[in-house]
Structures are given as C-alpha cells and as structure tokens.
C-alpha cells in the first residue's frame, strides 16, 4: 500500500540544467496535480492533469514541463532550472469518483535547491 | 473565480484552550470545502471537509470545522488544543467542474504547553 510516492525527496541542482521530478501513486486516481510550496505563497499549482495524456496549467507554469502517458505517473520537469525554482515540490492526486468527493492526497514532497 | 482567505499567520493558544483557524471562501455554486494540515517536514494531510448536509463537520485528530452559508466561512475548531497538533493548517476550495482546489496561504498553530 505505497499510495503515493515522489523521488528524489531532495535535490541540488545547478542553475539551467534540467531536472526532473517523480511522482508515482497506487491507487489508479485519474487526477493529479504539482504544487510548490513557498514561505509567504502557501501553495500554488504549477500543472493538473485529468487523466492519462491530458494535462493543464496551474497558477504558475511558466518555466515546468509535464507529461502523463500513463496512469499511474505524473513527472515534472524543469526544462532549465533557475534559482525562482528553489522550493518544495508536492505532488497530489484525487479520484473521480463521488465517494471520494475530490479530496487530494499528497505526496511526501520533494525539496529542490537550485544553486 | 474560486479562492479562501486565512486572515491570521499564526494562531497561538495554550495546551487545553479552545483552538480556532478561520477561514473565508468566494466560489461560483455550492462550496466544496476542506481542511488540511501539514506536520513538519511532510506533505499535507485530509483531515475534513464540506460537501453538503450538517453544517459542523467531524474530522480526523478531534477537529471539526462550521460551515456558515451567510458568512462565506468555514472556521476549524478543536475544543481542547494538544502540543502535537502544533502545525501549519490549509482552507481549500474546490473549483467548480473539476477535481481542482484552491487553497488558502495556511495558518501557523502554535500551541504552547
């Protein structure tokens, strides 16, 4: 029961290199979501995606990739990393159907520093 | 558009004291509304939510929040505060058509022993 999970849970990273951020959940939910987490902004979405291979901007998207070819996994990718970029990563996911009523569940986080 | 509010940085209270975390929202149609709360160094955790029916809702850890129709609030209240439940405490909001939520910049609970 892994529910769900993200890797790395800590990166350093120089700026402009690319990085790519794993998320992986169990449960089969067709959303899922990336929010950072920083001091002042709580949490802004970056991409949401409603089921495999569709995908939506968030509040900040600017400077992220992501892509969902499957289910069960939602990467992100920071195409060339910049030091706005530094954060905590957390990925969510929430299922479609009316029992669940469209509570997410959260990952563990993933902190990226960007030097 | 859909959005909360969390008036206050932090909430301090001492151990055994009524805790309370406000909350206001602003939606299009019936409000969707939940409660989470992030413990150091970890994602964020379910603890309830509004969907429809009793306006006070019971939650995990002894929390239960009301939801105020006339108000547009849905404040989170604990009757005796614990130093464990010391932690950051996020509104959300569900935006209408999809599974999206909206959530407020959180809450710092401070309880002091």
């Known amino acids: 029961d892994a529910g769900i999970t993200q890797s790395p849970r800590y990166k350093i990273t120089e700026t402009g290199r690319q990085v790519t951020l794993m998320c992986h959940q169990t449960?089969?939910?067709?959303?899922m979501f990336w929010y950072r987490q920083d001091l002042g902004h709580g949490l802004r979405l970056i991409y949401y995606?409603?089921?495999?291979?569709?995908?939506d901007k968030g509040e900040v998207p600017d400077g992220y990739v992501v892509s969902r070819s499957k289910t069960e996994n939602f990467p992100l990718t920071l195409e060339s990393a910049t030091r706005s970029q530094t954060s905590v990563y957390f990925c969510?996911?929430?299922?479609?159907?009316?029992?669940?009523?469209?509570?997410?569940?959260f990952g563990p986080g993933t902190r990226l520093t960007v030097t | 558009a859909q959005s909360v509010a969390q008036p206050e940085d932090q909430v301090n209270v001492a151990e055994g004291n009524p805790l309370t975390v406000k909350c206001t929202y602003s939606?299009?149609?019936?409000?969707?509304l939940f409660w989470y709360v992030q413990y150091p160094n970890r994602g964020l955790q379910f603890l309830l939510k509004?969907?429809?029916?009793?306006?006070l809702v019971k939650g995990s850890y002894g929390f239960e929040a009301e939801f105020n129709k006339s108000q547009t609030s849905f404040h989170l209240k604990k009757p005796s505060a614990l130093v464990s439940d010391s932690a950051l405490y996020f509104c959300?909001?569900?935006?209408?058509?999809?599974?999206?939520?909206?959530f407020g910049k959180g809450n710092q609970v401070v309880v002091i022993p």
């Open positions: 959300a909001v569900r935006f209408y058509g999809n599974n999206r939520l909206a």
């Open positions: 995606s409603a089921a495999a291979d569709i995908t």
């Open positions: 939606v299009s149609g019936n409000p969707y």
């Open positions: 509004y969907i429809t029916g009793d306006n």
């Open positions: 969510a996911s929430s299922s479609i159907a009316e029992v669940n009523s469209y509570e997410q569940y």
């Open positions: 449960w089969s939910h067709s959303y």
